[in-house]
Structures are given as C-alpha cells and as structure tokens.
C-alpha cells in the first residue's frame, strides 16, 4: 500500500526566507503525488500535483515541488515566504483506485 | 461552478440524536469522498462513491450512514454519536476519468460536536 511520510512537523521560517517541506513517498506501484495546504477551521485547497508528465511542478501561490524517483522525495518549495503562507500543509499519495493517503502535515509558521 | 459546498457549516449534536450531513458539487465530477479530521492530524478516508456507487468503506462504524442519491449529492447520515466523533467532516470530489489523474478538490467541512 502507498503512504507518504512528512519529515517535520513544525517548519519556522522568517518572512521573505526560502521555505523547504519535506515529503518522502512509499510505494509499490504508479502514484500520483499531491501538496495541499489547509487554513484554519477550512477545507484543503490544492496547490499542486505529480502527474508524471514533468518532474519539476508548479503550484499556484509561488510554490512549486520535484518529484526525484531516486530519493522517493517530492518536496514542496517555495523561495521567499509571506505572512498570509501560514498555515498547515499535507503531502498525499493516491493509487488508481481513488484510495488517497495523506502525511500527518507540517505546519508553516512565518516569523517578521 | 469549481466548489464543493457542505452543509452545515457546524453542527452540535447530543448522542441519541440523529442528524445529516450534506455535501453537493457540480463540477461533473463521478467520485465523491467522506473524510473524518480530527485536530491536529491529517484527514482519514471513510467513505468513497464512485459513480453513485460505493466502493470504500474504511470499517467505519455504523452509526455513520452514507448515501449518495445522485451524482452531484453526498450526504452522512448520523445516529447515536459519541463524543470521540466530534471532528472537522469534509467532503471531496473527483473526475473520476479513465486515463487521467484524479485531483479530489474538498469543502470547506462541517464542525460536528458531540455532547
């Protein structure tokens, strides 16, 4: 079965500063890889997916992440935090069969 | 319309209640997901609908009921809650299209409290 592990549950950074969320992924098959990003007492949005088409994907909000077979690593980056990207974020693997596992989340605290 | 809506926003329930959950989208999407979060952790899979018909059940107890009366609606039925149960409930959606990914988009949850 697939899963994801987040490395760090808790990532400070100062605003303006690059942001790095691990995410390491284990499977025995084709996987979609997914980042979601949740605000308090809200809902997830996407902010990106692997689809397999490129390994370098662009997310909205200025985030993007790279998918490396070799490390089994899809780490969410982004190069110079804001304030407002405060907030809990979820890496996910999903299989063919709409059976979609999420890492425990790391939440993204922005310092001024 | 790109939204997953869920009503209610919050609930509170006592635990010989029985009350509903519900969930709509119209995106065309044929895939529709119940998810239990409970806080500070990650959401957990209870339930998928695949083209109106049930196709994961993560042993959830009984007391949570799922329906899907059509391809747009999802709706949790509940009854005889216990204060554990109390948790953000969110919904999702998926295309479900053979030979494409499928990206679930989620409501915004409703906040059940269990007394």
């Known amino acids: 079965a697939q899963s994801v592990t987040q490395l760090d549950s808790q990532v400070p950074v100062f605003e303006e500063a690059p942001v790095e969320l691990r995410c390491n992924y284990s499977s025995s098959v084709s996987v979609y890889l997914f980042w979601y990003v949740q605000y308090p007492n809200q809902g997830l949005q996407l902010l990106l997916k692997?689809?397999?088409?490129?390994?370098l994907v662009k997310g909205i909000n200025g985030f993007e992440a790279e998918f490396k077979k070799s490390e089994t690593s899809f780490h969410l980056t982004k190069p110079s935090a804001h304030m407002s990207d405060a907030a809990e974020y979820f890496c996910?693997?999903?299989?063919?069969?709409?059976?979609?596992?999420f890492g425990a989340g790391t939440r993204l605290t922005v310092k001024p | 319309d790109t939204e997953v809506t869920q009503t209610p926003k919050h609930l509170v329930m006592g635990m010989t209640n029985k009350k509903s959950l519900k969930c709509e989208q119209h995106m065309g999407h044929r895939a529709m997901y119940w998810y239990k979060q409970k806080a500070k952790k990650p959401p957990e899979l209870m339930f998928v609908?695949?083209?109106?018909?049930?196709?994961i059940n993560e042993s959830v107890p009984s007391r949570f009921s799922p329906e899907c009366p059509n391809s747009s609606l999802l709706n949790l039925h509940l009854h005889a809650l216990q204060p554990e149960d109390s948790a953000l409930y969110l919904c999702a959606s998926s295309p479900a299209r053979e030979g494409e990914t499928d990206t679930q988009y989620f409501g915004p949850g409703t906040r059940l409290t269990v007394l």
């Open positions: 609908y695949s083209y109106e018909k049930l196709s």
């Open positions: 692997y689809t397999s088409a490129a390994t």
């Open positions: 996910a693997v999903s299989d063919l069969d709409n059976d979609m596992r």
